[in-house]
Each structure stands twice: as structure tokens, then as C-alpha cells.
């Protein structure tokens, strides 16, 4: 299995922006589809942002227009871009792709005033 390792979380104001990335242990230009998804405290693992190997991309309702998810194969990572952050958007941030058997740590975002 390919290790993810997600970064780039933190505590930011509403309205503010943050970049996460996922980066892979190895190269990722053949993994078909790589997904961003969220976990909050009461509710079930969302995915957030989706992006495949022909770059088509998905987004859940409640982020498009604020969330780009992006993935660069020649640095094996998989971006998220995060902008006017809610505190709704509060979550464990994690990254995954189909095959693997667990979920990696994580990273954590508190958007809070």
C-alpha cells in the first residue's frame, strides 16, 4: 500500500484560507482516484473532494466554490485548497484512495474567531 501523509492544518479565523497536502510515498501517476475527506465530532466521514488520474474533479455541496483539490504526479502529492473557511468546516482532514485498508492520522483544522 501507498503511504499518505496528510499536512498544512491548524487554527484559522472565518473567512480565512489554508492549503493541505497529501503527500504520497511513492509516485502516484498511476492511482486513479485520490479523494480529500473530513470527520467531525457526532457525524459521519465525508468526502469532501475528489480528483482522478484525467484530473476530472468533485466537490460536496457544501464546499464548492471555496475548495480546489489538486494533484501534482511529478511531486506524488495531492493538494487542497481551502478559502472563506466556516467554522463548519472544522474537521479531521484526511486523504485516501481506494485499496488501501486504513485511514492515516490526519490533520486537523479549526476555523474559530
Known amino acids: 500500500q501507498v503511504q499518505l501523509v496528510e499536512s498544512g492544518g491548524g487554527l484559522v479565523q472565518p473567512g480565512g484560507s489554508l492549503r493541505l497536502s497529501c503527500a504520497a510515498s511513492g509516485s502516484i501517476f498511476n492511482i486513479y482516484f485520490m479523494g480529500w475527506y473530513r470527520q467531525t465530532p457526532g457525524k459521519q466521514r465525508e468526502l469532501v473532494a475528489s480528483i482522478t488520474s484525467d484530473s476530472r474533479t468533485n466537490y460536496a455541496d457544501s464546499v464548492k466554490g471555496r475548495f480546489t483539490i489538486a494533484r501534482d504526479n511529478a511531486k506524488n502529492t495531492v493538494f487542497l485548497q481551502m478559502s472563506t473557511l466556516k467554522p463548519e468546516d472544522t474537521a479531521v482532514y484526511y486523504c485516501?484512495?481506494?485499496?488501501?485498508?486504513?485511514w492515516g492520522q490526519g490533520t486537523q483544522v479549526t476555523v474559530s474567531s
Open positions: 485516501d484512495t481506494p485499496g488501501r485498508t486504513s
